[in-house]
């Protein structure tokens, strides 16, 4: 299938490493051209030359802290400077402290709003007019599976997510007629430095060799396995592609059939 994404312009957050950048590398693969974000500029030098290796073409790339609206904008205005236009974005972040409901006071909470959920609206809010010229845009904003099964000590993530779901669906109608289709994805549990750093915390606040805490994980995952993140970005690639023609205000899971609730 031609998902049509040649030299559509893509923007992906906190894309630096882990499903972000996985995300970007499918969209490369498809002959997008991307612009790649986060913190640290140097993991994004070393993302931008890891995916030319792999994809034979380069991102470009700019430091942006999602949390700081001053810099999404400039962050969208670097995206849109070579074109005038983002024709995809991809919002996706670093995930909110784990923790239960007892470990966090008011500016944790705050903290977890902005990063999680205002991150999104003010990116959404940056691209939309680029998008609406155009009469055409894709957005596919990244979530968890907690949006359907919620996850033991993480608690602050379990709460703004929903949040990013009620944004997509209400998003998907207001957006329709500018021709921009909005839909939400969530991963179960995929192979990168954020899933490594939750089981080991679950393992330490239970007393068990993390080992034991992975082991439980994958059990519950029929297909045996974690995710490998470029199976997440060939998800987002596809919602995000011109071969999405019909697929609005939906969540969809890549999870190995881990979340056993319905739909
Ligand atoms: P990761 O490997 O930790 O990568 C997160 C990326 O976000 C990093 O590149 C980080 O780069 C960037 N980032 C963090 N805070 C940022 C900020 N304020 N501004 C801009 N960029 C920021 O995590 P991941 O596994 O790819 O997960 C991505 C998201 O999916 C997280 O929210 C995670 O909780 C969620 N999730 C992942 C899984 C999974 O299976 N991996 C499952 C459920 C949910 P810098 O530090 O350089 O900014």
Not at 19 to 47: P, Y
Not at 95 to 112: H, K, L, N, R
Not at 134 to 147: E, F, P
């Given at each position: 299938?031609?998902?049509?994404?040649?030299?559509?312009?893509?923007?992906?957050?906190?894309?630096?490493?882990?499903?972000?950048?996985?995300?970007?590398?499918?969209?490369?693969?498809?002959?997008?051209?991307?612009?790649?974000?986060?913190?640290?500029?140097?993991?994004?030098?070393?993302?931008?030359?890891?995916?030319?290796?792999?994809?034979?073409?380069?991102?470009?790339?700019?430091?942006?802290?999602?949390?700081?609206?001053?810099?999404?904008?400039?962050?969208?205005?670097?995206?849109?400077?070579?074109?005038?236009?983002?024709?995809?974005?991809?919002?996706?972040?670093?995930?909110?402290?784990?923790?239960?409901?007892?470990?966090?006071?008011?500016?944790?909470?705050?903290?977890?709003?902005?990063?999680?959920?205002?991150?999104?609206?003010?990116?959404?809010?940056?691209?939309?007019?680029?998008?609406?010229?155009?009469?055409?845009?894709?957005?596919?904003?990244?979530?968890?599976?907690?949006?359907?099964?919620?996850?033991?000590?993480?608690?602050?993530?379990?709460?703004?997510?929903?949040?990013?779901?009620?944004?997509?669906?209400?998003?998907?109608?207001?957006?329709?007629?500018?021709?921009?289709?909005?839909?939400?994805?969530?991963?179960?549990r995929?192979?990168?430095?954020?899933i490594?750093?939750?089981d080991?915390?679950?393992?330490?606040?239970?007393?068990?060799?993390?080992?034991?805490v992975s082991k439980g994980a994958l059990s519950r995952i029929?297909?045996?396995?974690y995710?490998?993140?470029?199976?997440?970005?060939?998800?987002?690639?596809?919602?995000?592609?011109?071969?999405?023609?019909?697929?609005?205000?939906?969540?969809?899971?890549?999870?190995?059939?881990?979340?056993?609730?319905?739909?």
């Amino acid at each position: 299938m031609d998902l049509g994404l040649k030299n559509k312009s893509v923007l992906v957050l906190a894309s630096g490493s882990g499903l972000g950048k996985a995300i970007a590398g499918e969209f490369l693969k498809e002959g997008a051209s991307v612009v790649l974000a986060g913190r640290t500029e140097e993991k994004l030098a070393s993302a931008a030359a890891d995916l030319e290796k792999l994809t034979g073409s380069r991102p470009r790339f700019s430091p942006c802290d999602i949390t700081k609206p001053e810099q999404i904008k400039g962050l969208v205005a670097f995206a849109s400077e070579t074109s005038g236009r983002v024709d995809v974005l991809v919002n996706n972040a670093g995930g909110p402290p784990a923790g239960t409901f007892e470990s966090f006071d008011d500016g944790a909470w705050v903290g977890a709003f902005e990063l999680t959920l205002l991150s999104y609206v003010r990116a959404i809010r940056e691209v939309l007019p680029l998008m609406k010229k155009n009469g055409w845009g894709r957005i596919v904003n990244s979530t968890s599976s907690s949006v359907r099964e919620v996850i033991e000590n993480l608690i602050l993530s379990n709460t703004f997510r929903l949040g990013v779901i009620g944004l997509t669906k209400t998003l998907s109608a207001e957006f329709a007629p500018y021709g921009i289709l909005v839909n939400a994805i969530g991963p179960g549990r995929f192979d990168t430095e954020r899933i490594r750093s939750l089981d080991r915390s679950l393992a330490e606040r239970k007393g068990l060799p993390v080992e034991e805490v992975s082991k439980g994980a994958l059990s519950r995952i029929p297909l045996g396995r974690y995710g490998i993140p470029e199976e997440y970005g060939r998800l987002a690639a596809f919602l995000g592609s011109e071969a999405n023609t019909y697929i609005t205000g939906q969540t969809i899971l890549a999870d190995g059939g881990m979340v056993r609730a319905v739909p």
